[in-house]
């Protein structure tokens, strides 16, 4: 019986890992470029600290979260999201102490949700976070670091979403609202949300079922109950987007589903991607590393979903070469194959980022030709035994129709150097 790939866990093959190297590349280079360092961290981390973070009554936590016992009987989870992990690793390792930190990190998430084009179970992300930070200043730097990625990258479906949550006190009596309005049409509210109506009513809000939406969109909504302090610093977050000239639209039922967030959160959203429209997430958790046992530090983040991201880069006509060869050396005869390696490592040496297949496993003159072209490669170079006596290689163009060409031995580097420069 063959093996199968666990449901929702898709393997990323080499034609898109390409795309994949490349757009991670854009991404970390942007993010360091605002001086954020790269932190790496453990997958699996003790399950309490993401129901304590997360919240217990949230999608992830409740029917989401691959836990496990270990044989020495602790339960551990994989993680679900970076957010926590980051926040134990800053505690833990002392990082917080009269410090501010700007991190970033990367690698696979594991939910397990319903999976379909956009959504798996394991899935990448790529996460930043400033911890120490109160903002509205950092808010705002956060956002255009993805605004200019979007730029840099011809991304041009995607708009920002902002929303304010206020502070715990003024979030209190928001709750106490939306619980008298929720209660008041409880027959209307599916069994979800008739659950959270006493154990966690913001999350209500967070319902993907469309037979919900209209409740929600006629709810009180947490803008209007916002206390004096967020609103100055949801102003002057408005102000300073206002003024880089980035474009958003407050949307005042924007809760994000976990529940450590407040104040700030956001969301950059796309409609190229059907219903898996959130690209890049975040917000503030200034409450979050106090709740973990840290010292209280403001602190805020944004998580974007690798996945959705390669997607809409597509959708909006971007390309990337699929990281196949760029020379293909074909080696014929006795003597050719011990010479072939050989000009392989002097170009290595010669051409920064070359990428050159030597002919393995033999074959005819014609067969290696076949696997030359078939490589994706631009050239293949010919040795055979004519050529070695003569101190020359051909050229041969694979992807356009100039004839082939005979380089000295001696020159090879330099001409090829030349060539691939020009395509
Ligand atoms: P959604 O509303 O689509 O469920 P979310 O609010 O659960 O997203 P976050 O927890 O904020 O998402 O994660 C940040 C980003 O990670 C999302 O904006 C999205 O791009 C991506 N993401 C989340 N869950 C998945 C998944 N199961 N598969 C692929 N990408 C995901
Ligand atoms: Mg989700």
Redesign the pocket.
Known sequence: MKPRPVKGMPDILPDASARWQYLEGVVRDIVQSYGYREIRLPLVEQTDLFKRSIGEVTDIVEKEMYTFEDRGGESLTLRP?ATAGMVRAGITNGLLHNQRQKLWTAGPMF?R?RPQR????Q?H?FDVEALGYEGPDVDAELILMCARMWRRLGIDRIRLEINSLGLPEARARYRDTLVEYFSSVKNQLDQDSIRRLEQNPLRILDSKNPDMQALIEAAPVMLDFLDEASAQHFDELKALLDGAGVGYTVNPRLV???DYYNRTVF?WVTDALGS?G????GGRYDGLVEKLGGRPTPAIGW???I??FVALFEECGGKVAPGEADVYLVAVGDKALGEAFAVAEELRDAIAGVRIEVNLGGGSFKSQLKRADKSGAAYALIMGEQEIADRQIGVKPLRHDAGQEAVARDEIAARLGAMLAET
């Open positions: 999201e939910r949700e956009g959504r798996y179970r899935f992300q994000r589903g976990l969301e898996q959130a690209v890049c997430s998580a974007m979903g996945e959705r």
